[in-house]
């Protein structure tokens, strides 16, 4: 017996050692064919197909997320993985650029006078405070279909003092706490002092005559962006135990708060941002408003929720690889990404890639909330050389004769049918209105996406490397996995990336010329299901990523102004939206065609909603 064992022991010794071999030579000889920048010729037709790795979730992402880790054999995982997504491309095609482009680490245009002096006329023709009164003014739709609360609802019950900023508070509490109850799971973070006293003081002011312009609004945060008395745990399990509550508000925070606004931080989101279905494994997945069943998507997942169930007219996410237009999309929201730099942040994670913007539930509200959002600010000096914003032309929807609309046609039928057909049918609906519509091609889509994805899990993985160190294990094991391949990466390949960038900001330059704006499908998919066993480890599944992510490269990679609004519904009744891309700084004509169609597009009401001017 004593002899069994022990060759049965020798064996499996030696299988081990067999195994570990192998895995180094692999790793190695993998090393030394990526160390070589290979000749490819490479095809600029249509070639963005769905990226290529195992779907997991459960006892399984737990299992791969700890092989990852483990030396070796995680290298030689990743080794298989990266050359079955092609990674290497990305060094392959910075250098078959002719001649060679410099690399851009932030995706910045710097405005000529030209253009300067052409935004400067529209902003005094059509200033954002001007707007903005506006909109908060004008009558509600005559529509018979369902309309959300909005943001001059709640002023207008102020003003007439059928309501006060303390009622609604008090229902606001009672609503987070009912929407909890039903799984919405949208708010995580609730500090109910620190409301009541916001809506105390903003109570007084209407009683003393002095209400600000957004006085009594409830306004919720995403829980990744600095708000005041809140912690910015970024989805973690820990940064909030770690670095305690936040001592001061974020540049956007401020201007709402500087409004009236009643702030209210801690919107879930998945961990990190490095996720698009939404899912949290540590508060609870967001469940989207129209099917508890389906994802939201992400990050910005509890922003979108609570916006389209009526917690919030309006509230504020982050985007850097489409994480406030995914979720927009998938939950029927209006989710806008301004141009790079438009809007004025700290971007701690993710560098040259992330924007700070905001959700709402009506265009009218994600208007007010971009318009207060936007413009320059010291303490970003990527905002500083900015042209001022505006909203030139927002209100002439009947006439869109001079707006050149840009379609790749392949491109836009990547999608499934019914949002391919949604899509179509709101281009058509634009020509009919005087828009022209513009064939272009936007070549090596592929290579642009697996820039993005080096870039923006580089720039992470940088960024928090203290907390990797420290605290790696209380990540979720999906971020584990995500940040595994975030390691990988080399300096080699994050400045091969950035050539890229700079080859596609001029190729998109060129595109520009001929066109004012490009339309999309917000996502190639509806909203898809949650996976039963993904509620304690999340899930890894690159097919529905690539989906997901398909048209939102330009915005975060590029820095161009991109944003989804709700167009229809599918068979099933989840929302389907749309994309609209525009040059740097021309979010007027993103805005002008969004409000175009949203005068047309009918919303349904949500299965989770919750009015809280009613306290229902």
Known sequence: WRVFVRGGLLKMRQQLVFVVLVAVISAVIYVAQEGRVEEIEFSPEYDAQPLVGPVLSGLPLKVFSKLLRTPVLGYFILSILFKMNKVADVRNFAASIEPPEVPLFYPIVLPDPATIQMHSAHAQQQNMSAAVAALLTSPRSNSDGFLPVQIKDYLQAYRSGA????????????????????????????NETDLLRQAARSTDRYKSGRPLPLDGVPVGVKMEIDVLNYPTSCGTSFMGRVYGSSKKDSTVVARLRAQGALIVGGLNMHELGVGITGHNVFHGPARNPHNPAHHTGGSSSGSAAAAVAGLFPLTVGADGGGSIRIPSAFCGAYGIKPSFGRVASRRDHAFSVAHVGPIAATLEDAVIGYAVMAGPHPTDVTSVMQPPPHL???????????????????????????????????????????????????????????AH?????????????????????????????????????????????????????????????????IVTPGTAITAPPIPPGSMETGEINLGITSKAMRFILLGNFLGLPA??????????????????????????????????????????????????????
């Open 563 to 616: 944003m989804t609004l709700p167009v229809a519904y599918s068979e099933t009744g989840l929302p389907i939206s749309m994309q609209i891309v525009a040059d740097h700084y021309n979010e007027h004509v993103m805005l002008r065609l969004a409000h175009a169609a949203a005068e047309v597009a009918s919303l349904a009401k949500p299965r989770l909603f919750y009015n809280v001017t009613q306290g229902v």
């Open 453 to 517: 994805g080096l870039t923006i899990l580089s720039e992470m993985v940088t960024a928090l490397e203290e907390d990797d160190t420290l605290y790696f294990t209380e990540y979720s094991a999906e971020t584990q996995t995500n940040f595994a391949m975030g390691r990988f990466f080399t300096s080699r390949d994050y400045v091969a990336a950035q050539q890229v960038r700079s080859f596609f900001m001029q190729k998109m330059k060129r595109i520009f010329q001929d066109i004012d704006c």
């Open 163 to 190: 309501l006060t900023p303390d009622i609604i508070a008090a229902h606001l509490i009672r609503a987070i706490e009912r929407s909890n109850a039903d799984g919405l799971n949208a708010v995580v973070i609730l």
């Open 392 to 450: 030139f032309g927002f209100a002439n929807t009947k006439d869109l004769s001079g707006i050149r609309i840009g379609v790749y046609k392949v491109y836009n039928e990547h999608a499934e049918p019914e949002l391919v057909e949604a899509t179509q049918k709101m281009i058509k609906f634009y020509t009919q209105r005087g828009a022209r519509v513009v064939d272009i091609e936007i070549p090596y889509l592929r290579v642009m996406r697996i």
